[in-house]
Nanobody, 123 residues
Framework: QVQLVESGGGLVQAGGSLRLSCAASGSAFNINAMGWFRQGPGKQRELVAAITSGGRTNYADSVKGRFTISRDNAKKMVYLQMNSLKPDDTAVYYC?????????????????WGQGTQVTVSS
């Protein structure tokens, strides 16, 4: 169906920045919403930021003003610019995409996840 591959994670000091990228691939699909989730040690997976195909965005309160989500519809990519990083931002970050794919002339829904990329912020 649709595969997502994240990149851009790594180790950074508190106050630093990282940019995550996520590329979608597959055939005959349309993406509606794309988003970034994260799961810290001992925590549940949570939404970080999401963006619709029209560019409307939504952020977790904990990252507002520090993180920016953007997407390139033509390239089927989504990005997460993370500034002023804090140790609490340490987590595995996952890309998610929701949309439809063409199967036998029908548009069937899908929700795909990437494999995750580790972000570690040292104090």
């Amino acid at each position: 169906q649709v595969q997502l591959v994240e990149s851009g994670g790594g180790l950074v000091q508190a106050g630093g920045s990282l940019r995550l990228s996520c590329a979608a691939s597959g055939s005959a699909f349309n993406i509606n919403a794309m988003g970034w989730f994260r799961q810290g040690p001992g925590k549940q997976r949570e939404l970080v930021a999401a963006i619709t195909s029209g560019g409307r965005t939504n952020y977790a309160d904990s990252v507002k003003g520090r993180f920016t989500i953007s997407r390139d519809n033509a390239k089927k990519m989504v990005y997460l610019q993370m500034n002023s990083l804090k140790p609490d931002d340490t987590a595995v970050y996952y890309c998610n995409a929701d949309g439809t794919y063409n199967s036998g002339g029908y548009g069937l829904p899908f929700s795909s996840w990437g494999q995750g990329t580790q972000v570690t912020v040292s104090s």
